[in-house]
């Protein structure tokens, strides 16, 4: 395996801001993975799947890894039903295709999540969402190395502590994913979810999994940019959750507001909505702005500064703040 010194990162995150890493590697298995932190061992680290939920503002001065890990298998559980299929995806296979190998064979559980950027590793540190389905549930296992001690460690789902758009992977920086197996279904039938997919699927009297699929990219590509044209990393900001009495009070005013009532009695609301009504839907300043068709995404026309996208999510803050008192919390990760 080789190292290289003073690497440029622009191609590394999907908002293609340019930074340098003092040391970069490609590591190609495991046996690598660990060779890489036993060099450097007092190194600062950070590794990188598809670069689709970050950016950098400064150079890195540390040693970033870039995993090359791919591999899929199918493995049987004896101790479980036959309508349950477990497969172990290693961390470098792209999300999107081992979403559509599994619904080319009819197996369930994933296919909401279609057409997310990234690599299969990432999903779990972020917790990756869309359409009423969150990673978590199909989630059995993640395998990873500890950055300390070099050893593979096992978490179970618990043990992942999954949260919105969270995990014990994105808090601890200590794990690097080698591996998650995943439990689907051999069987599928559409549960109705998410209005945008419930509408594009209306004249379906009992959608397929395929027809779940294809109904997802159509809508996802009419409201998302292609980030190789516009670059971005997706959904920007976390989706807040309020009291209910801050809701009721901003329904009042705002009757559009989205508002789903949490177990725990808080509700959880919409950040594009209150980016839209604070004014900042198709805005733009200077080489960044918000996508017209979709708020909750920043977009960078020309920027090579991870700064000039800083100073937007803080306008952006501030307008949501002053209309509704309301903080947002970036999603997307900042270097």
């Given at each position: 395996?080789?190292?290289?010194?003073?690497?440029?990162?622009k191609?590394?995150n999907?908002?293609?801001?340019?930074?340098?890493a003092?040391?970069?590697?490609?590591?190609?298995?495991?046996?690598?993975?660990?060779?890489?932190?036993?060099?450097?061992?007092?190194?600062?680290?950070?590794?990188?799947?598809g670069?689709?939920?970050l950016?950098?503002?400064?150079?890195?001065?540390?040693?970033?890894?870039?995993?090359?890990?791919?591999?899929?298998?199918?493995?049987?559980?004896?101790?479980?039903?036959?309508?349950?299929?477990?497969?172990?995806?290693?961390?470098?296979?792209?999300?999107?295709?081992f979403v559509?190998?599994c619904?080319?064979?009819?197996?369930?559980?994933?296919e909401?999540?279609?057409?997310i950027?990234?690599?299969?590793?990432a999903?779990?540190?972020?917790?990756i969402?869309?359409?009423?389905?969150?990673?978590?549930?199909?989630?059995?296992?993640?395998?990873?190395?500890d950055?300390?001690?070099?050893?593979?460690v096992?978490?179970?789902?618990?043990?992942?502590?999954?949260?919105?758009?969270?995990?014990?992977?994105?808090?601890?920086?200590?794990?690097?994913?080698?591996?998650?197996?995943?439990h689907?279904?051999?069987?599928?039938?559409?549960?109705?979810?998410?209005?945008?997919?419930n509408k594009?699927?209306?004249?379906?009297?009992?959608?397929t999994i395929?027809?779940?699929?294809?109904?997802?990219i159509?809508?996802?590509?009419?409201?998302?940019?292609?980030?190789?044209?516009?670059?971005n990393?997706?959904?920007?900001?976390?989706?807040?959750?309020?009291?209910?009495?801050?809701a009721?009070?901003?329904?009042?005013?705002?009757?559009?507001?989205?508002?789903?009532?949490?177990?725990?009695?808080?509700?959880?609301t919409?950040a594009?909505?209150l980016?839209?009504?604070a004014?900042?839907?198709?805005?733009?300043?200077g080489?960044?702005?918000?996508y017209?068709?979709?708020?909750?995404i920043?977009?960078?026309?020309?920027?090579a500064?991870?700064?000039?996208?800083?100073?937007?999510m803080?306008?952006?803050?501030?307008?949501?703040?002053?209309?509704?008192?309301i903080?947002l919390?970036?999603?997307?990760?900042?270097?």
């Amino acid at each position: 395996m080789d190292y290289y010194s003073k690497t440029q990162l622009k191609d590394y995150n999907s908002f293609q801001t340019e930074a340098i890493a003092k040391i970069f590697c490609q590591p190609k298995n495991v046996e690598e993975l660990r060779k890489c932190l036993l060099d450097y061992p007092n190194e600062n680290k950070l590794v990188i799947g598809g670069g689709n939920n970050l950016f950098f503002t400064k150079d890195f001065d540390g040693l970033v890894i870039n995993p090359q890990i791919k591999g899929l298998r199918e493995i049987s559980d004896d101790e479980e039903e036959d309508e349950d299929i477990f497969l172990e995806v290693n961390t470098s296979e792209n999300w999107d295709e081992f979403v559509e190998y599994c619904v080319v064979r009819g197996f369930a559980g994933l296919e909401n999540l279609s057409m997310i950027p990234g690599t299969v590793g990432a999903a779990p540190v972020q917790n990756i969402g869309a359409y009423g389905v969150e990673v978590k549930d199909a989630i059995r296992e993640v395998v990873a190395i500890d950055i300390e001690t070099g050893e593979s460690v096992s978490f179970s789902n618990a043990e992942c502590e999954f949260g919105y758009r969270d995990s014990i992977f994105k808090r601890t920086n200590r794990y690097i994913i080698i591996s998650v197996i995943f439990h689907l279904k051999r069987t599928f039938a559409y549960i109705p979810r998410y209005f945008d997919l419930n509408k594009e699927l209306e004249d379906k009297a009992e959608p397929t999994i395929e027809d779940v699929r294809e109904a997802v990219i159509r809508v996802r590509s009419r409201k998302l940019p292609d980030e190789k044209a516009l670059p971005n990393a997706g959904s920007f900001f976390k989706n807040p959750y309020i009291s209910k009495e801050q809701a009721d009070s901003l329904i009042k005013d705002y009757p559009g507001l989205p508002a789903y009532l949490q177990k725990d009695g808080m509700v959880k609301t919409s950040a594009a909505f209150l980016i839209d009504k604070a004014g900042y839907k198709g805005k733009r300043v200077g080489e960044i702005g918000t996508y017209p068709n979709q708020p909750l995404i920043i977009v960078n026309y020309g920027s090579a500064d991870g700064n000039d996208i800083v100073g937007f999510m803080r306008k952006v803050q501030d307008a949501v703040k002053n209309a509704f008192n309301i903080i947002l919390e970036p999603e997307v990760r900042i270097f």
